[in-house]
C-alpha cells in the first residue's frame, strides 16, 4: 500500500499585491507539500497510487509520458524511487545535453528508465513497455501525463476544504485540466458561489475546455467553466521579457518564486483580470500556486 501523507499546503495573504491590486490577495502554496518537490502532481499522483493499491498488491513497474522536462515524469520517478517501484518515463522534446540540469538529473538519479519518442510515438511505446512487464508477471500502473485522471480531480476537489472560507475567487495555472476540474468540483460539492477561472499555460481555449469537461459530471453547469487561453506567451515552456519582467517584480514584492512555465503566466493572468475589473475591486482571490519551479534550472533565459 502507498503509505505516504499529503499535508495541507500553507495559504496566507499577500500584503503587498493586496494593497496594489486593490483585492484581498490570498496564495495556496502546493509548491510547498513536503514530497518530491512536486506541487499538483504530487496530491493527483498519489491518489491515483493510492487508488491502484486498494487490492493490496503494491505496483512493481510505474509508466507515464510527458515533456522532455516534465515536472510530472520527476514526481513520478523520485515516487517510484521511495517505492521500490521499476519506473519508466516516456518522454517527447529533446533528449537534454545536460545530465545535471532541471528534472532530467532526478530521472537520472532516481534510476528512472528515460524513452525519448515523437509525440506520435508515445502511446505505442506506453503499450510495449506495458505488455513486456505484464508478460513478465509483474503488477504494472499506467499514469497519465499530468495525473489528468479522476483520482487526481478528487484530489483537488477534497484540497478546496483545506480554504477555511469560500473565496471570490480562485485564479491558478492550467494545463492538462485536472487541477481546474478538481477545484471546480470541490466549490460545486461545497456550495460556494466561488469562480474558479484556470490560466491555460499551453492549450488553446476549445481543448483546454473539453479536457476539463470530461473529467467532470455530464451534469456540470458549464457555464462555470473559466478557461483562460490569453497568457500562453507562445506556449508550453515559452515566455517573454515581459513576462520575465513581471515575475521579477513579482518576487522582490512578495519574496514568491515563480516559474515562466506554469504560475508566472497564472499570476500575470490575475493581475490583467484585476487591472480590466473582471475581478472587481475588494475580492477576495486566492492565487493558488500549483508549482513547477525545477523548469527554470532547465531553461534557456
Request: net charge neutral.
Amino acid at each position: 500500500m502507498i503509505s505516504t501523507s499529503i499535508y495541507a499546503s500553507p495559504l496566507y495573504r499577500l500584503e503587498k499585491l493586496s494593497r496594489r491590486w486593490g483585492v484581498d490577495l490570498w496564495i495556496k502554496r502546493d509548491d510547498l507539500i513536503p514530497l518530491w518537490l512536486g506541487g499538483n502532481k504530487v496530491r493527483k499522483n498519489v491518489a491515483i497510487l493510492d487508488a491502484a493499491s486498494k487490492g493490496g498488491r503494491k505496483p512493481e513497474v510505474l509508466i507515464t509520458n510527458g515533456g522532455a522536462e516534465s515536472n510530472h515524469a520527476r514526481v513520478v520517478a523520485l515516487m517510484g524511487a521511495q517505492l521500490g517501484c521499476e519506473v519508466h518515463l516516456v518522454l517527447h522534446g529533446d533528449k537534454p545535453a545536460l545530465s545535471t540540469r532541471g528534472n532530467s538529473f532526478f530521472y537520472r538519479s532516481a534510476g528512472a528508465a528515460t524513452h525519448y519518442v515523437d509525440s506520435e510515438q508515445i502511446g505505442p511505446t506506453i503499450v510495449r513497455l506495458e505488455r513486456a512487464s505484464l508478460q513478465d508477471g509483474r503488477s504494472v500502473v499506467v499514469i497519465p501525463g499530468g495525473g489528468h485522471a479522476v483520482e487526481g480531480v478528487e484530489a483537488y476537489s477534497n484540497a478546496v476544504a483545506e480554504l477555511p472560507t469560500a473565496p471570490d475567487y480562485i485564479v491558478h495555472a492550467s494545463g492538462t485540466g485536472g487541477t481546474q476540474a478538481g477545484l471546480l468540483a470541490g466549490v460545486e460539492k461545497l456550495g460556494w458561489s466561488t469562480s474558479v477561472t484556470g490560466i491555460s499555460v499551453a492549450r488553446a481555449g476549445q481543448r483546454g475546455r473539453e479536457e476539463i469537461i470530461k473529467l467532470l459530471p455530464c451534469s456540470f453547469p458549464l457555464d462555470k467553466i473559466h478557461f483562460r487561453d490569453g497568457y500562453r506567451f507562445g506556449g508550453y515552456e515559452r515566455h517573454s521579457p515581459e513576462l520575465v519582467s513581471f515575475i521579477q517584480s513579482v518576487i522582490r514584492d512578495e519574496g514568491i518564486p515563480l516559474d515562466l512555465t506554469y504560475t508566472g503566466k497564472a499570476m500575470f493572468g490575475l493581475r490583467d483580470l484585476v487591472r480590466s475589473g473582471e475581478i472587481p475591486p475588494g475580492s477576495m482571490v486566492v492565487f493558488w500556486h500549483t508549482g513547477g519551479l525545477l523548469n527554470l534550472t532547465s531553461m534557456n533565459l
